[in-house]
Nanobody
Framework: QVQLVESGGGLVQAGGSLSLSCVASGRSIGSYIMGWFRQAPGKEREFLSAITWSGHRTYYVDSVKGRFTISRDNAKNTLYLQMSSLKPEDTAVYYC????????????????WGQGTQVTVSS
């Protein structure tokens, strides 16, 4: 299996940008579909984005489309989430996740999870 560790969270003003990273160990992320989720206080975990093994196919939910960019560097065993035009509503703990390829796209259920990194957007 794969172990995932997120980093890059912090405090940013509304309208600003922030980049998150997720470093994998145990197995290469090249074997997995990768995704990003977030969980805001008092809310359930929300699926945000997914990327295929090649990085050529991506998916974004409407709330982040055009503002967030998912990417991966399989050689570095790292997943990224570039966030821009941040809003206070984006405040949440952000999680990366990994899953073996499935028949459906995008997958919304994942087998492996990181511990999360806090993103706080001030108004």
């Amino acid at each position: 299996q794969v172990q995932l560790v997120e980093s890059g969270g912090g405090l940013v003003q509304a309208g600003g940008s922030l980049s998150l990273s997720c470093v994998a160990s145990g197995r290469s992320i090249g074997s997995y579909i990768m995704g990003w989720f977030r969980q805001a206080p008092g809310k359930e975990r929300e699926f945000l984005s997914a990327i295929t093994w090649s990085g050529h196919r991506t998916y974004y939910v409407d709330s982040v489309k055009g503002r967030f960019t998912i990417s991966r560097d399989n050689a570095k065993n790292t997943l990224y989430l570039q966030m821009s035009s941040l809003k206070p509503e984006d405040t949440a703990v952000y999680y990366c996740a990994a899953d073996l390829p499935r028949d459906t796209w995008p997958p919304r259920s994942y087998d492996y999870w990181g511990q999360g990194t806090q993103v706080t957007v001030s108004s």
